[in-house]
């Protein structure tokens, strides 16, 4: 079973970016479309953002368009969410996943206004 830990989370002002990485324990990650999903307390947890893995196409949630950019690094196997222009309703535990198949642990982001 691969291990995915994700890295990055903080506390930042409103406006401010922050880089989320997910580091995966095998080398499968390249051939599976990766994702970035996002949690609040008594809330489903909702999609963020994705990547296939073929191509590359990404894929994002109408709140993350614009600001979220998503992206991998195969010969590290570790995928990123850089996150620019964060509001408070982005305040969340972010997690990654290899195609909903494996789940990291999260981690939390919070931003504060």
């Known amino acids: 079973q691969v291990q995915l830990v994700e890295s990055g989370g903080g506390l930042v002002q409103a406006g401010g970016s922050l880089r989320l990485s997910c580091t995966a324990s095998?080398?499968?990650?390249?051939?599976?479309?990766m994702g970035w999903f996002r949690q609040i307390p008594l809330k489903e947890r909702e999609f963020v953002a994705a990547?296939?893995?073929?191509?590359?196409?990404?894929h994002y949630a109408d709140s993350a368009e614009g600001r979220f950019t998503i992206s991998r690094d195969s010969a590290k196997n570790t995928l990123y969410l850089q996150m620019n222009s964060l509001q408070p309703e982005d305040t969340a535990v972010y997690y990654c996943?290899?195609?909903?198949?494996?789940w990291g642990q999260g981690t939390q982001v919070t931003v504060a206004s």
């Open positions: 095998d080398g499968t990650f390249s051939r599976y479309a």
């Open positions: 990547i296939t893995w073929i191509g590359g196409s990404t």
């Open positions: 996943t290899k195609d909903r198949l494996a």
